[in-house]
């Protein structure tokens, strides 16, 4: 073998490998940042939630994101807007 086939079949290999790795290193950078603005958020939006007056029972999720809106009375729930599709089409 020749040391050009050899270089040749290294940049092959090893090329892609070190492109991607310098990628992700670079989308990495930020990362300690960004994680402290969202905690510092996180924590605003706990402060503010626990000066709040509680208005009925807790309908947040466990993992601390926006709770159910309360249904009103005597109305019927609806989870989505439904969109009817004109002409209902069968699979043949």
């Not at 509680?54 to 019927?76: H, I, L, R």
Request: glycine share 10%; charged share 15%.
């Amino acid at each position: 073998m020749s040391t050009t086939t050899d270089l040749v079949t290294a940049a092959a290999l090893f090329g892609p490998g070190a492109v991607l790795g310098v990628a992700h290193l670079v989308s990495r950078r930020g990362d300690k940042t960004d994680s402290a603005a969202v905690r510092t958020v996180l924590a605003e939006s706990a402060a503010a939630r626990a000066t709040r007056p509680a208005a009925g029972p807790d309908t947040a999720p466990p993992d601390g994101g926006e709770g159910a809106p309360a249904p009103a009375a005597g109305q019927p729930v609806r989870l989505a807007t439904v969109v009817p599709f004109p002409g209902a089409r069968r699979a043949a």
